[in-house]
Nanobody, 123 residues
Framework: QLQASGGGLVQAGGSLGLSCTAS???????AGWFRQAPGQEREFVAA????????YYADSVKGRFTVSRDESKNTVYLQMNSLKPEDTAVYYC???????????????????WGQGTQVTVSS
């Protein structure tokens, strides 16, 4: 089970941090963050290889968002800086126990999902 927290309302240019803790198991190979804005499909945001710290980002967030993890806490984080109104969405954490690297950006690779947390960026 994945439990996400940390969403909220922030002005454009501000920062927010999200966290997601896995209980009853581990993330496996990759932990990822996705988001879904109203009327849009769920899109990849960022991912991290659980062992090795390799990180992957969508072009739209590269340089502004940072994904990290604390293995001892079974928790993955998403630090979001320089937020823009177009970052407004429900953010989901997810676990991909056995995904291959070439599929890390595909939602189909992730078997377990958190409940989602709302991030709203006002202009």
């Amino acid at each position: 089970q994945l439990q996400a927290s940390g969403g909220g309302l922030v002005q454009a240019g501000g920062s927010l941090g999200l966290s997601c803790t896995a209980s009853g198991g581990t993330y496996g190979r990759f932990a990822g963050w996705f988001r879904q804005a109203p009327g849009q499909e769920r899109e990849f945001v960022a991912a991290i290889r659980w062992s090795g710290d390799n990180t992957y980002y969508a072009d739209s967030v590269k340089g502004r968002f940072t994904v990290s993890r604390d293995e001892s806490k079974n928790t993955v984080y998403l630090q979001m800086n320089s937020l823009k109104p177009e970052d407004t969405a429900v953010y989901y954490c997810a676990a991909a126990p056995s995904a291959i690297l070439s599929a890390v950006r595909l939602s189909e690779s992730y078997l377990y999902w958190g409940q989602g947390t709302q991030v709203t960026v006002s202009s």
